[in-house]
């Protein structure tokens, strides 16, 4: 970025120099990190929380989807405002709507407000996923762009790696006072990104938009984010259900989450290098049908500590490839269309998980591992589907193209 020059009091110019890149992306990585931080520290819990408070297991279903139902709703026009005035006063809203809405699980309400609630949190969710992953796409070249967003995935995992733990001594009946823990690290988070990060040129507001370009490579991309989706949803809704059916008790369950995300981040940067340097198309696929050979394993699996090992298993290969992903998303795109297509990817995401979340209960009611099974295979047959979407699309980027 260029210098920039400013008056002093005596008449004089001194030159600054506008932060680079890689210092953006570092406080960015901070600003990610607090937040999935404080908001994971009751979500491994949640669903029975809910339990607890009177909820069935179908209306813990419709509770949690309501936080990806009103995310498909906004996540796309999230990205339109974040590519029509820039990112950061999208990025810092969400981070200060989800910090007020969090403290509603204090309070004893009936169950409809945990659904108003999580709604909120999901619009504030979307605004953060969007203008975060498209502010790194606008700051990066092409061949450096998985390297990048692989960054900004370590900063999600280590908060949902230590988001938990740091929860541990907080018991069900208590959730409250994580999600308020949650509110205040979210709100301290967007204030910082307010503080900290660059705000949108001048011609962010006067130029028009280009043209949304949706083609097979945009399209292939979104239905591997839609897949992820539908694999996550089960997630949200039934893990801690099985694993609860299983005997497992509440440490336990935080330590799966523990578990899945320490070797992702670990190898997240391991992902992102391999990105740029072989074709994005082969590790998104590999990546994609190895969560859902997992996801079909697991609810066969009725030692905790397998599951918990298997758990492991599962996030390498998804560390390994989102950042393909990822890049294949924004690939050839205008640095004012990023918002958008990222918007529409987190759109289709968000669906997915909505759906999933909301059928999961269901299907669980009859058998604990039938959405499992069914979501699976669906799965995989989309992630299949990529091989002709891809088909004409570049898996590699030089710094030459």
Not at 120 to 147: D, K, M, N, W, Y
Not at 158 to 179: D, K, Q, R
Not at 283 to 293: E, S
Request: charged content about 10%.
């Amino acid at each position: 970025m260029p210098p920039r020059n400013f008056p002093r009091s005596n008449g004089s110019v001194v030159c600054v120099s506008a932060p680079t890149p890689s210092s953006i992306l570092r406080r960015l990585q901070l600003v990610v990190a607090v937040q999935w931080m404080g908001a994971t520290m009751g979500l491994p819990l949640l669903s029975l929380f809910l339990l607890h408070r009177g909820a069935t297991p179908s209306s813990v279903g419709i509770i949690m989807s309501a936080f990806f139902i009103s995310g498909v709703v906004t996540q796309f026009v999230a990205g339109h405002l974040a590519d029509r005035f820039g990112r950061r006063v999208i990025l810092a809203g969400g981070l200060l709507l989800y910090g007020l809405a969090s403290p509603m699980y204090l309070l004893s309400v009936p169950v409809f407000w945990f659904i108003v609630t999580r709604a909120l949190q999901g619009v504030a969710a979307g605004a953060i996923e969007v203008s975060s992953l498209s502010t790194v796409a606008s700051l990066f070249p092409e061949e450096e762009r998985g390297s990048a967003m692989s960054k900004i995935y370590t900063a999600q995992l280590f908060g949902i790696a230590t988001g938990p733990l740091l929860g541990v001594f907080i018991t069900v009946n208590h959730i409250g006072w994580a999600y308020l823990i949650a509110g205040v690290t979210s709100t301290f988070a967007g204030l910082l990104a307010l503080r900290s990060l660059p705000a949108a040129t001048p011609e962010i507001h006067t130029e028009p938009l280009p043209p949304l370009q949706i083609n097979r490579q945009v399209i292939g991309a979104v239905v591997g984010t839609a897949a992820t989706g539908l694999c996550v949803g089960v997630y949200e809704t039934c893990w801690s259900l099985l694993m609860h059916s299983f005997g497992a008790s509440s440490t336990q369950i935080r330590l799966s989450w523990t578990f899945f995300c320490v070797p992702w981040l670990i190898l997240a940067t391991v992902g992102g290098k391999l990105a740029d340097k072989f074709d994005r198309r082969l590790i998104a696929t590999l990546g994609g049908l190895n969560g859902a050979f997992f996801l079909f394993l697991y609810p066969h699996i009725h030692n905790i500590t397998l599951l918990l090992i298997l758990g492991s298993g599962e996030a390498i290969g998804a560390a390994l490839s989102v950042s393909s992903l990822s890049s294949l998303l924004t690939q050839g795109a205008h640095d004012r269309e990023l918002g958008r297509r990222q918007g529409i990817s987190t759109t289709a995401n968000t669906a997915a998980l909505a759906l999933s979340a909301l059928f999961s209960g269901q299907l669980f009611a009859i058998s604990p591992g039938l959405p499992f099974t069914v979501v699976a295979a669906i799965s995989a047959v989309m992630i299949l589907s990529q091989i002709f979407w891809w088909a004409k699309t570049p898996g590699r980027i030089s710094a030459s193209a």
